[in-house]
């Protein structure tokens, strides 16, 4: 099943309220790596929030209803997520980690969200 902005939008949706620090995306994404971000995404991306809307993270579409999820912890490491969204059964349109990997520093970031989008 091929991945939409309709399904990039409602990830987004279900992945706000998340716990994590304030940040600026674009320095959390020139720590992924221009050339890391394109092949996970291929620039498809969009901003999780915490519950007072502040942004503390980015969530790149990685294709297959999944995503990879970035977030700055209060203690100034990340923690990286690949989620997938639900699309059929009982669970439909819900969110489902798939592996999660946390107390990631900066210079290990890119190598941790490429191994992220990896799930076959």
Known sequence: MKATKTDLSL???????REGRP????????????????AVCGGKWAKVY??????????M???????????LDPWDTYTVRRVRLVT???????IVVESQVSDVYCDNLSEV?????CWK
């Open 11 to 17: 990830m987004a949706l279900l992945c706000s309220d």
């Open 23 to 38: 940040c600026d995306t674009g320095e959390v994404l020139a720590q992924v790596g221009k050339m890391n971000f394109l």
């Open 50 to 59: 915490d519950s007072g809307m502040e942004t503390v993270g980015v969530l």
């Open 61 to 71: 579409l990685c294709g297959e209803s999944r995503a990879v999820e970035v977030v």
């Open 88 to 94: 059929r059964g009982e669970l439909k349109g819900s």
């Open 113 to 117: 969200v490429y191994s992220a989008s």
